[in-house]
């Protein structure tokens, strides 16, 4: 019954995974001849506001930010920091990959002779609501993540991409504890249930996942721009 229990957990978590999306589009991008190959590439974390960020609607999430004694606002700008500050992390090491020196940078984007500096700003921050995912699944509560993201060389946009990275569609414990009630043991399907949401929220449920995603997504976007300019050959 255990191994039962496990596999059928993983199995709810692949769900959530495989059904999460991300989609990056280019929406402006050099025409000119080659561009020199950059010796750094600087990732500024993407600018957020407040009125930017929808935190989390579910009741759990209201009670703990009124424990702390934070006001929204302070909540907002903390998710919005920690969403970018994945976001740059995620993003350093896709370009890494690549073959080319990347790093996180502070403050106004700025450059030095041919480095490339990679910033811009998010259009919408969701938590979605937790509640909603772990009770009902498929969609429900879902987080979302929309970011402009601009690459300059020179002073210039060279590249300019949008990025929306959802979270996936996994089932809520309602749907898992109908079928383990369906087979008649209620406290079996009880704890598949809280497995599966949980390890769920734990894989992918939330704004930082959505925008790891996202960064992944950019940087496969930029591999081609950077192909196309001759900075790495594949």
């Known amino acids: 019954m255990r191994s039962m229990m496990n596999a059928l957990a993983v199995g709810g978590v692949c769900l959530l995974m495989g059904c999460a999306s991300t989609d990056v589009r280019t929406v402006r991008t050099d025409i000119g001849g080659l561009l020199p190959r950059p010796n750094r590439v600087l990732v500024y974390d993407l600018a957020v506001s407040p009125e930017e960020v929808k935190l989390d609607g579910g009741i759990s999430a209201r009670a703990i930010g009124a424990a702390k004694g934070s006001s929204r606002t302070e909540q907002e700008i903390a998710t919005g920091r920690s969403v970018a500050r994945a976001f740059s992390v995620h993003l350093v090491k896709e370009i890494r990959k690549l073959g080319l020196n990347a790093e996180r940078a502070a403050g106004s984007p700025r450059q030095s002779g041919d480095d490339v500096a990679i910033a811009g700003h998010f259009l919408s921050i969701d938590e979605g609501n937790r509640s909603e995912r772990v009770m009902i699944g498929l969609g429900a509560g879902r987080t979302e993540v929309q970011a402009e993201v601009s690459i300059y060389q020179n002073g210039y946009v ?3 991409l949008e990025a929306d990275a959802k979270s996936g569609r996994k ?3 309602a ?3 109908g079928a383990g009630a369906a087979a008649g043991n209620l406290a079996a ?3 598949l249930s809280a497995g599966v949401a949980g390890a769920s929220e734990a894989f992918g449920a939330n704004v930082e996942a959505d925008a790891a995603r996202a ?3 950019v940087a496969n976007k930029l591999e081609a721009f950077f192909v196309r300019e001759g900075w790495i050959n594949y």
Do not use: D, I, L, R
């Open 158 to 160: 060279v590249e300019q």
């Open 171 to 173: 089932p809520g414990a």
């Open 175 to 177: 749907e898992t504890m």
């Open 189 to 191: 399907s009880a704890a």
């Open 215 to 217: 960064a992944k997504e």
